[in-house]
């Protein structure tokens, strides 16, 4: 039997109220922000609260290791901005915004955060990350141990959030996405064959597991607020302290890359004031919100503030992931 394949691109339902403010605030007031913890030129905040014990889903990695995902291209000939996800298991799986999927006719990055039910084949929205392939490497998709770096990241939000509101569809400004890779390799003196942003992240890979291991996971840790020279530039936030604990690696990598990236033209020390942390979270609690039907389950919620970009999924009740990035951090490096 062949399961029902829900679409990547929905027309949107904008819906400013509230209530949907306040569920955005409840979640950044939902956690304490802690003392700041600094290597080099990063300085993290860890957000510890209490959330749900059991997520009631799994993670991306997990699902494709036990063999109850597999992600591949929609078709033989493919489709740039889409994939197939196919979840054969009994949990949901979650997908982060920005992680990364190698293999098949060339990589890509989740355009957003996304809640597979089980049982579930979807299309996911995706930006290319290797602009020099496309040809088959792989039937199938692997995960890597990365996300895409966070100023990337936070270009394609503000650009599918923009997306969303003209027409309903996830998508990124793909030319600039290749753009943007393609200035950050000159910056690092990489050559890829491929245009592929995981050169970067392979040519840089002792220095990001410095960044890795200089910060342990605290005790119900749910997310953190990321300052890269002195300049506040990300928050992910999760529903589970042990979601966070599995994704931080990743999350580390993509932050840690644009860290290198400042330090080459800036100190390569330099921390961050736990005010300046508290008053990005007090703007992302006040950010006006547009409501959309999530692509798998939930509700995507869209963050608008001037200088400000931001995405949560919420589904069951909870946001299961809230992401938002400063704009203006991505000037002048990114």
């Not at 736990?274 to 990005?280: I, P």
Request: with cysteine; charged share 25%.
């Amino acid at each position: 039997m062949t399961p029902d394949v829900t679409p990547a691109c929905y027309h949107p339902r904008i819906v400013v109220r509230e209530v949907k403010m306040e569920r955005i605030a409840d979640a950044v007031a939902g956690v304490r922000l802690g003392e700041g913890a600094v290597y080099k030129n990063m300085t993290l905040f860890p957000l510890c609260g209490e959330g749900v014990r059991e997520a009631g889903y799994v993670t991306l990695d997990e699902a494709l290791e036990r063999q109850e995902a597999e992600v591949t291209e929609v078709s033989e000939g493919g489709s740039v901005p889409e994939l197939k996800f196919v979840n054969s298991g009994k949990f949901p799986v979650f997908l982060l915004d920005g992680e990364e999927l190698v293999g098949a006719k060339q990589n890509r990055v989740l355009n957003l955060s996304i809640l597979v039910a089980a049982g579930r084949t979807i299309l996911v929205p995706v930006s290319c990350v290797e602009a020099g392939r496309w040809h088959r490497r792989s039937r199938k998709f692997c995960a890597a141990p990365r996300a895409q770096y966070a100023g990337g990241r936070a270009r394609k939000m503000a650009q599918v959030s923009l997306s969303m509101r003209r027409s309903g569809h996830r998508l990124s400004d793909q030319g600039a996405v290749w753009d943007h890779i393609s200035e950050m390799s000159a910056r690092f003196g990489v050559r890829s064959e491929t245009s592929a942003m995981g050169d970067i992240f392979c040519q840089e890979a002792v220095r990001l597991e410095d960044y890795v291991e200089s910060f342990p996971v605290l005790d119900g840790q749910r997310g953190a607020v990321f300052a890269v020279a002195g300049r506040v530039v990300g928050v992910d936030l999760f529903d589970s302290a042990e979601t966070f604990r599995k994704l931080f690696p990743k999350l580390l990598r993509s932050y840690g890359l644009d860290a290198l990236d400042r330090a080459r033209s800036e100190s390569p020390e330099g921390g961050c004031a736990k005010e300046e942390a508290g008053d990005f979270l007090r703007r992302v609690a006040s950010a006006e919100v547009g409501e959309f039907p999530a692509v798998g389950e939930g509700t995507d919620l869209r963050l608008q503030a001037e200088g400000l970009t931001g995405a949560a999924l919420a589904a069951a009740g909870r946001i299961l992931h809230l992401g938002a990035f400063d704009l203006g951090a991505d000037r002048g490096f990114c």
